[in-house]
């Protein structure tokens, strides 16, 4: 049972479900592939996914770091509405949209300094730890639009989330993000030493890894990459609504991750699982829209078509494909 | 160390319920219920989860000022047992009226029949409760839904032109607004050409609204209106109209339901052509409807807020004068 049939095993099952859901909405809505150019940028349903996909993507990459160091972020969403509150506020106040984007990504390093400080330095369950900010970062946005929804005009601000270089900007710098991490982690050996936190943090701190900055880190980038997610929300819109923007988007992210095969045990992750992941969520939401599936029984399809995406790749299933008794 | 989470934890919700405790009282104990004649309103609200729901406070508090009436307010954070709660601690003041938005329909025969012996008249403003026992409070005064979701479908009917397909923007699943503003429009519509091709909720959200809108536009072949439950996911379908390279309010016609400021400017620009307003601002009525109740004369059970409707010119002029 080597490592790569493992892997290939694990990414055959979301790989066939993103084609089934695609093929489904092909038959609905034979257009659906079709993709033309309008004023200049690609139009069409797959453009869609890739940029309402691209803050769920941004989340679950910082999540599935911090989920390989056996840690969970639940404070994602709640971050991702600081960040868009602080720079709609800051535009409307008459600031320069740089600036206030600049602010946001401070603010948004100091939460992850903080979620990072609460598990690394004083050993708090990373559940209970990012608990804290996922209720208390609400409360913090909504204090910083007073309850209000904080409409901009600003163009500049509108090119990170509904902007387009021929493809979409959000799923752009998503997936210069993905690449960045993929170089980062796997080319050097960063990867192993995360890898090896989530596997036995006692063990790897006794082998001379430094546990504690790596957890630290880890915490970081994932508030960063939700604040950078939240831009792409708000300026989406071009308005900051405290309430729900990235309300539960941690679930999303979470599920993108364990979708993509990563476990929540810790250890081995796959950054190509989660790509995957975000983008098999993006799809059956857009699919739920297409092929107009009453909104009472939304939640339903969904849970059962991710259910069927994780019982295929229970672990038991996978055993008996190898023939290795279960 | 568990045994250090555990004394941690409890510490914790010591001083949550503590916080809690003097969250309801605070605003009691100073003043009390002074007999000078002075009219005392216990209001326990919703919470600040909106826009809408801030400007529902502002004008409770602006207008119980006006109408010389001393208000103690409380904020319920969404929670059916801090507004409980808030209730008692009014019968405890003896205020003079207790008036409140329920956060949830049912569950409140308790603490009304509490409210009910002490002799103090109860108001439901904005949402209203599910109780066989209509004497546990005097009068609702809140919007009629249906009646938004009838004048919206009223409106296209008679500017409709060569107007057939609709597509619907719906609120959050289950949320009484969605279903009668739905119901409301369906009836309107009942019979002429104008049908519903598509309907998706949207969550009340701008972005909600944008992405049901452009999943829409590649799936639905020929869209003529867009009808969404707020104005919110109305300003999120304009957006997804314009990537798709169409004019909003032109080809696309957009009726929207709530008239907040933002609603109201896309309104006057003529991105939307019509808004059926859902009105916060029912202070005044409250005010009128309390002081009617506590000098002894009848009121109906059930009071409609007073809600107009803009088209583009109307919201031009209306606009200067909005609030929230």
């Known amino acids: 049972m080597s490592s790569p049939a493992v892997l290939r095993n694990r990414l055959l099952w979301p790989v066939l479900a993103l084609v089934a859901l695609l093929v489904l909405n092909v038959v609905v809505t034979p257009s659906f592939f079709s993709l033309r150019l309008q004023d200049g940028h690609l139009f069409g349903s797959l453009i869609d996914i890739l940029r309402n996909g691209a803050p769920t993507l941004l989340i679950a990459l910082g999540m599935t770091l911090v989920i390989a160091t056996r840690g969970i972020d639940l404070s994602v969403g709640a971050v991702a509405a600081i960040a868009g509150a602080v720079t709609c506020t800051y535009i409307a106040s008459g600031g320069d949209a740089w600036v206030g984007m600049g602010l946001a990504l401070a603010l948004c390093a100091v939460l992850g300094l903080w979620n990072g400080f609460l598990v690394s330095v004083l050993g708090i369950q990373p559940i209970i730890a990012t608990l804290v900010l996922m209720t208390a970062g609400r409360g913090i946005a909504m204090l910083i639009t007073e309850g209000q929804i904080v409409t901009v ?26 690449g960045l991490v993929a170089l980062v982690t796997r080319k050097t050996a960063l990867g192993m030493l995360i890898e090896s936190v989530g596997v036995n943090p006692s063990a790897s701190r006794l082998a001379g890894v430094k546990a504690r900055t790596i957890i630290w880190t880890v915490y970081v980038f994932a508030a960063l990459c939700a604040a950078v997610a939240g831009l792409m929300i708000s300026s989406n819109v071009s308005a900051a609504d405290a309430n729900n923007a990235g309300l539960w988007i941690e679930m999303d992210a979470i599920l993108a991750v364990v979708i993509g095969g990563t476990s929540l045990a810790g250890g081995r992750y796959s950054l190509t699982g989660t790509l995957l992941g975000a983008l098999i969520i993006q799809t059956l939401t857009t699919t739920v829209y297409t092929i107009g599936i009453a909104p009472e029984i939304t939640l339903v399809f969904k849970a059962v078509v991710v259910i069927a995406v994780c019982l295929m790749q229970a672990p038991i299933r996978i055993r008996v494909r190898q023939g290795v008794p279960a | 160390m568990l045994k250090k989470i555990t004394t941690a934890a409890v510490a914790v919700m010591l001083a949550a319920l503590t916080a809690c405790g003097s969250g309801g009282s605070g605003d009691a104990g100073s003043s009390g219920a002074k007999d000078d004649g002075k009219i005392t309103m216990g209001f326990a609200q919703v919470g600040a989860e909106s826009g809408w729901r801030t400007a529902n406070t502002k004008s409770i508090q602006e207008e119980a000022a006006a109408a010389g009436i001393d208000l103690k307010f409380s904020d319920a954070q969404q929670k059916q047992e801090n507004q409980i709660k808030a209730i008692r601690s009014y019968i405890q003041q003896k205020v003079d009226i207790i008036a409140f938005s329920p956060v949830v329909e049912t569950g409140w025969d308790t603490v009304l029949l509490e409210a009910k012996r002490a002799n103090i008249p109860v108001i439901l403003t904005d949402r209203a409760i599910d109780s066989d026992d209509t004497t546990l409070y005097k009068t609702f005064l809140g919007s009629d839904f249906v009646l938004e979701g009838k004048k919206a479908g009223e409106w296209l009917k008679e500017n409709a032109g060569t107007a057939k397909n609709v597509v619907e923007l719906q609120g959050t699943t289950g949320a009484a607004p969605a279903i009668d503003r739905k119901k409301g429009f369906e009836e309107a519509i009942a019979g002429t050409d104008l049908k519903i091709v598509a309907t998706q909720t949207g969550d009340f959200t701008r972005s909600g609204g944008k992405q049901v809108m452009e999943a ?10 867009v009808y969404a439950h707020n104005d919110d996911m109305g300003l999120g379908a304009i957006e997804a109209i314009k990537a798709a390279g169409k004019v909003p309010g032109k080809d696309i016609k957009i009726i929207t339901v709530d008239a907040v400021k933002d609603g109201m400017t896309a309104l006057a620009a003529g991105e939307i052509n019509y ?12 005010m009128d409807l309390s002081k009617k109740v506590l000098a002894g004369e009848e009121v109906p059970p059930r009071v409609v807020t007073e809600e107009s409707a803009f088209t583009s010119e109307q919201a031009k002029t209306e606009l200067p004068n909005r609030k929230y």
Do not use: H, M, W
């Open chain 2, 275 to 286: 808004i059926v307003e859902c009105n916060p601002l029912l202070g005044k009525q409250l």
């Open chain 2, 216 to 225: 829409f536009l590649k799936s639905v072949p020929q869209i003529d209106v």
């Open chain 1, 153 to 178: 005009d600003s163009p500049t601000y509108r090119e990170v989330g509904a902007g387009f270089l021929v493809l979409p900007i959000a799923i752009l710098i998503s997936l210069a993000v993905l």
